[in-house]
């Protein structure tokens, strides 16, 4: 799927960049083959004899109290694989010193010299146990540089972009401070905007991006996959030979079909579609249930990249709305194909209900809010009558507020004001909606329109509420990344 090229460049930059002083950072977001990519290059790195590599999972070690700490001692245990041994005792005699001289605090990396000053009862001791605590462990690690000669030693960092932003600034603070010496080359492989974020979280007054820019010196984005419809199960699960008859003859397209309209070509977004597929699939041969598999495989897309729009499609045809693929209706344009590629011309109401039953199963949580405990107070005399009575107060309400409804698909409400977030009227819920880095718009607040209207306009009345709510509900749900500006 054209990572190999990418690993092989990024290997040979590892490799050949000098002097051995430099970080590399391989950004993506979540699912986007980071991991996979840094595995790839790490074999790539195995073939050269010059090259100490260390993987390091930060996510492992988030519950340290100094997450450097735990890095060292992977370089420290992966150090015999130098076969030096005169080699192997200078490096962990340096990183040993190291560690025995730091302490890591909220804030940059400091000194702890203290239980060396104990004993000083001199000016001499005190200056000897000054020297010990600050320079002697800098001056060992620059000498390795000298000892390995022509060697380097290559520290992939991976899923640093998991842990909490001041563990995330802590190393890459101490990569900056105490190992940017020459001979360590470090590769990091972490979410972008995510790594922006915590630094702003740490340092409120400091341009994340410039701060970036300081530490990493080769920066690579993971691009898009560049998938093929023949190969790509192939590639993307390897050993796939699923057994004879599993599967529809027509499953690699319908697949290839999902995972580029739907899913960005995100592999573990595309993977978790398979594993859905293949266990619905079973669940509708021992129920005896006849079933689409295209369609299936519609709806389990539709749930993965806009779960919005999909629990509006259950509750229209659970609602028995006479047209409950109007809920689809999107200003989003890769939305809009998407649903005339899998659900054009409109299967029956039936067999959509079926379906939709089926594939409920697996189903990503909708991000309800803790509103929707109270009724909402009506005299109507059936569920729609109340659904349609609370859309209209909640259309005037917009009105009032100085929102407008979108030219490209209705009840769906912006507000200048608020350029990251936006309003959809459904068939049974308000949803408030926020756009993530990537342009998405997510689902974050919704509530039932039988039973929180008046949570839903006093939402639309208070624009931090607003804001609020829906960022801590959309992120909670769907944990991806929201633009500083939508904060």
């Known amino acids: 799927m ?21 970080t590399v950072g391989i950004y993506g977001s979540w699912g986007s083959g980071k991991s996979s990519l840094l595995n790839a290059i790490r074999a790539e790195l195995a073939k050269d004899d010059g090259v100490l590599t260390v993987m390091f999972d930060a996510w492992r070690y ?6 450097v700490v735990p890095m060292l001692n992977a370089i420290y245990n992966a150090t015999p694989e130098l076969s030096d041994k005169k080699l192997t005792e200078k490096v962990r005699s340096a990183l040993a010193s190291v560690v025995r001289s730091i302490t890591i605090s909220v804030g940059p990396l400091k000194m702890d010299p203290g239980a060396a000053f104990a004993p000083a009862d001199s000016d001499e001791g005190y200056a000897a146990a000054l020297d010990s605590a ?13 000892a390995l000669g022509r060697r380097r030693i290559v520290v992939l960092v991976d899923d640093l972009d998991r842990c909490s932003p001041d563990k995330v600034v802590s190393l890459l603070e101490a990569i900056n401070l105490v190992l940017d010496v020459p001979g360590f080359v470090f590769v990091l ?11 702003t979280a740490k340092y409120p007054h400091a341009s994340g991006h410039v701060f970036i820019e300081k530490m990493v010196q080769v920066p690579f984005r993971v691009p898009r996959l560049d998938i093929q419809p023949e190969l790509f199960l192939q590639e993307l699960v390897p050993g796939w030979a699923p057994p004879k008859d599993a599967l529809p003859d027509e499953f690699g397209s319908i697949a290839f079909d999902v995972a580029t309209m739907g899913l960005a070509a995100n592999p573990r977004q595309v993977k978790r579609f398979i594993n859905s597929f293949l266990l619905l699939l079973r669940i509708a041969g021992i129920r005896a249930v006849s079933t689409n598999p295209r369609l299936i495989a519609g709806l389990v897309g539709l749930q993965l990249r806009w779960p919005a729009e999909y629990q509006d499609l259950t509750d229209a045809v659970y609602a028995d709305d006479d047209d409950p693929l109007a809920a689809l209706q999107s200003d989003q344009a890769d939305l809009a194909r998407y649903a005339k590629a899998f659900f054009a011309p409109a299967p029956r109401v039936e067999e959509l209900r079926a379906v939709l039953h089926l594939t409920e199963s697996v189903a990503q949580p909708e991000p309800y809010s803790g509103y929707q405990t109270g009724e909402y107070a009506s005299n109507a005399s059936s569920a729609q009558e109340v659904r349609t009575a609370a859309a209209a107060e909640i259309r005037a309400t917009l009105a009032q ?8 698909a209705a009840d769906i409400y912006n507000h200048k004001e608020l350029p990251y977030h936006r309003v959809r009227i459904g068939k049974t819920v308000v949803r408030f909606e926020v756009k993530d880095v990537e342009g998405r718009w997510l689902s974050g607040t919704s509530l039932y329109l039988t039973k929180a209207l008046p949570e839903a306009v006093q939402l639309i009345e208070d624009f931090p509420a607003l804001r609020d709510q829906t960022n801590r509900d959309a992120l909670r749900v769907s944990g991806r990344t929201l633009p500083n500006a939508a904060l």
């Not at 990572?3 to 002083?21: C, D, K, L, M, T």
């Not at 507020?401 to 490209?408: L, M, P, V």
């Open 2 to 22: 054209g990572f190999q090229a990418y690993a092989e460049a990024i290997a040979s930059a590892v490799r050949g960049g000098s002097p051995p002083q430099f």
């Open 62 to 67: 988030e519950r340290a109290d100094h997450i």
């Open 134 to 146: 600050y320079v002697r462990p800098y001056q060992d690690l620059k000498a390795i540089a000298g």
């Open 189 to 199: 492989a972490l979410d972008y905007d995510v790594l922006v974020r915590a630094v």
């Open 401 to 408: 507020r100085g929102f407008t409804e979108s030219a490209r």
